[in-house]
């Protein structure tokens, strides 16, 4: 229950970002690469959790995901630009179609019985750790601007309580694959948290388009929030 709290508190960490985007009428510098990333890290744990059966807790916190995260998305392609808007939807038809789907099909009609569960459950800590790895971009912009404009303490606080709570989950239920990208989450986490006590107090830069964040940082770092999935 309290992995389930703190995991709510973390999905709706990003509303700032989208209330601003809705006044600005406009993503900014924003991208949407975290929020699809989310989405689909939602679903394969939801999936995961109806073959586990027995783990409402899970299929709870993670359907709520799906819908937070599916409203942050529309919202995104309403505002941000033409390009941005094709760059999603290749994003969502790549990652949460045809390689959500695939898995689904691959999993249950190659593997039986717990050999499915396991297969399922390292494919469901290999793609937590890619998005626990996302924050990299994150850190690697502060450190560069000397800014924390980009990185809501809020988010890096709750992140790591999540992370601390939803380890212990998996630890006390025998869990390993909840348990294991968990501690990467930590970790991460921390990292983030250490950096926004360091430049909290620094100028912030000035502010740049999106047009040249997209240019200098790529598709995937120009993020002034980083969502992950709180499992």
Not at 29 to 47: D, E, R
Not at 56 to 77: A, D, R
Not at 170 to 175: A, E
Not at 203 to 231: D, F, T
Request: glycine share 6%; charged share 15%.
């Amino acid at each position: 229950m309290a992995g389930n709290i703190i995991s709510f508190m973390v999905y709706l960490a990003p509303i700032p970002t989208f209330r601003r985007v809705y006044r600005k009428k406009s993503t900014e510098g924003f991208q949407s690469v975290p929020y699809v990333v989310a989405l689909f890290s939602a679903m394969l744990w939801i999936y995961y959790a109806f073959i586990k059966t027995n783990t409402y807790l899970l299929i709870t916190i993670n359907s709520f995901g799906v819908v937070v995260e599916t409203v942050y998305i529309l919202m995104y392609l309403i505002y941000a630009p033409k390009q941005a808007k094709i760059y999603t939807a290749k994003m969502i038809l790549l990652l949460n179609v045809g390689l959500f789907s695939s898995i689904v099909l691959c999993t249950l009609l190659i593997f039986k019985g717990s050999l499915r569960l396991k297969v399922l459950g390292w494919i469901c800590v290999g793609f937590s750790v890619s998005v626990f790895a996302a924050p990299l971009s994150i850190i690697r912009l502060v450190i560069r601007t000397k800014s924390v404009e980009f990185m809501p303490f809020s988010l890096s606080f709750f992140l790591t309580l999540s992370a601390v709570v939803w380890f212990s989950f998996g630890l006390f239920s025998k869990d390993i694959y909840v348990a294991l990208p968990n501690i990467l989450g930590f970790a991460f986490g921390a990292v983030q948290m250490v950096l926004y006590i360091i430049y909290k107090d620094a100028k912030a830069p000035e502010r740049l388009s999106e047009e040249k964040l997209g240019h200098i940082e790529g598709p995937n770092i120009g993020e002034k929030a980083i969502e992950i999935s709180p499992v």
